[in-house]
């Protein structure tokens, strides 16, 4: 079990990565994460929800998704609160501290789930949560220590060089562990390191004198790890890519995006430049392409959305000739009204739309998951994808529906064809679709094969990670022989 001590630190990468690894080395390996806190999430092949980074962690392992490689899965809806998945299902929805009681409840699923990804498996490699160092949570922990205790998994930590301090947070992490957790770390790892590793060797040694831990390895900065979908949105506080291109994409950063990693393939793409606008930033007016991405909650997202002037922007935008694209929540705010009947996202019931398409979004409770074979019309082409939302979504524009899914249309387009929404993620992780799309920007670049670049990224990261860890590390050294 990798775990870090804080967030952001690596952890889904290097799983990742070292899941690629012990896959090459001919070894049936699963990922596994009790418990996750993300809205980034996937539909995983045996249906339900699951965090993002578990789905590509079984992509690694080349093994099919299941909802119990991430058996609870928690996506904030508020600053106090969020929706609950367990094995892949809605469970509940609990604001932080009523979670905290409710979380012991959860641990029968957790190892329940656990059993289940272990049984054919020669290793199981394990994502931890945040920190074990949050003592003040570990009396009902099922993410960290709580699991690794109960199911007797040996455990990594993950210090990240690169924010600084990683001595003390290692050193400190050492420090105020209860004695049974702390026997649980066999090693540490140090992640994102920069330059000449031997000038850390000093730290090494100064690290193994407070805690007694052996390092397992320094693993510098991996390039290949920004090829890979991101899980957390903390990396949306970082630039995409500052050059110039050829098409600007302008995206605004709601406070409940959802799914950003659609934006991935288009980031990769060397005639894309992404722009992520936060609060307080005003959307380029060089931009040709606004692209609305999904929310965990429409309602309020649509609010805070009015609040940072980004609906004039956005009206601007169109009058220029600009083209707007609304992906699952940024398709519901581009219509007239967004009703709310039932309370699901919160008191409002009505809230007028940003009016750029002729629809109208109801909320319901019954909620939509599954991956999808769709039928793109407005490019003629077939795509994947998936769905994960609440609502339905009626109106003139959805005459015009931008694809076909099992006979029923999905999405809608204006009149003039340069307001686009529609239901289905990772639509720009098909490549033909992609091409065809830029081409509407005078871009006629090349089919290149995302999902391929993504699998190749894997093995480069699995490459580097076979030669930096140490003889000692757990589970893939041992089995590499057989």
């Keep these: 079990m990798l775990q870090g001590t804080g967030s952001d630190v690596g952890k889904t990468v290097l799983v990742a990565g070292l899941c690629r690894l012990a896959a090459n080395r001919g070894l049936k390996v699963r990922p596994f994460k009790p418990q996750n806190m993300s809205n980034n999430a996937a539909v995983a092949d045996d249906g339900g929800e699951i965090g993002r980074a578990q789905w590509l962690q079984a992509l690694a392992c080349r093994v099919p998704t299941s909802v119990h490689m991430n058996p609870v899965l928690l996506k904030p809806q508020s600053n106090t609160g969020s929706q609950i ?3 892949g299902q809605l469970w509940g929805q609990a604001a932080g501290r009523d979670y905290q009681r409710l979380k012991p409840q959860l641990m029968g699923a957790v190892m329940e789930s656990w059993e289940l990804v272990s049984r054919d498996a020669d290793l199981v490699i394990v994502e931890g949560a945040g920190s074990p160092a949050e003592i003040n949570l570990r009396k009902s922990d099922i993410a960290n220590m709580g699991f690794a205790t109960r199911a007797n998994v040996p455990v990594i930590l993950v210090g990240d060089i690169d924010r600084g301090g990683v001595i003390a947070s290692l050193v400190g992490t050492h420090a105020i562990l209860a004695e049974e957790d702390r026997r649980m770390i066999c090693g540490y790892l140090i992640n994102k390191f920069r330059g000449d590793v031997s000038l850390f060797d000093e730290g090494i040694s100064l690290i193994e004198s407070y805690t007694g831990w052996p390092c397992m390895g320094v693993i510098p900065w991996l390039a290949d790890a920004r090829r890979l979908p991101a899980e957390d949105s903390v990396v949306l506080e970082r630039a995409i890519d500052g050059r110039s291109r050829a098409l600007k994409i302008a995206v605004p ?3 409940r995006i959802a799914n950003f990693d659609d934006l991935d393939p288009l980031a990769a793409d060397n005639s894309v430049e992404i722009v992520m606008v936060h609060p307080g930033d005003r ?17 309020s997202d649509l609010t805070s959305f009015r609040s940072h002037g980004w609906d004039q922007d956005l009206e601007a935008h169109v009058r220029r000739g600009g083209h707007v ?3 699952c929540g940024g398709f519901q705010m581009l219509g007239r009204k967004v009703s709310d009947p039932d309370g699901i996202e919160g008191n409002a019931r009505d809230v007028a ?7 109208e979004t109801i909320m319901e409770s019954a909620k939509t998951v599954r991956n999808v074979n769709a039928h793109c019309l407005a490019f003629g082409v077939d795509v994947t994808g998936y769905e994960i939302h609440l609502g339905k979504t009626q109106g003139p524009d959805c005459s015009r529906p931008f694809s076909r899914i099992d006979g029923h249309a999905d999405g809608a387009i204006s009149p003039d064809g340069r307001i686009i929404g529609t239901y289905l993620h990772g639509v ?3 490549d033909v679709f992609r091409q065809r799309y830029l081409q509407t920007f005078g871009i006629d670049g ?7 670049d993504v699998d190749q990224a894997l093995d480069r990261i699995a490459k580097r990670l076979d030669a930096l860890i140490g003889p000692e590390f757990p589970g893939i050294n041992q089995l590499k022989n057989g």
């Design 428 to 430: 720009f992780s098909n």
């Design 325 to 327: 694209m609304g992906i």
């Design 283 to 299: 959307l380029p007016a060089d931009a040709g392409l606004v692209i609305i991405p999904g929310s965990k909650s429409t309602i």
């Design 253 to 255: 950063v709601l406070d």
């Design 446 to 452: 090349s089919v290149a094969n995302y999902r391929e």
């Design 353 to 359: 739309g940003l009016g750029l398409l002729n629809i």
């Design 85 to 87: 998945i367990v094995q």
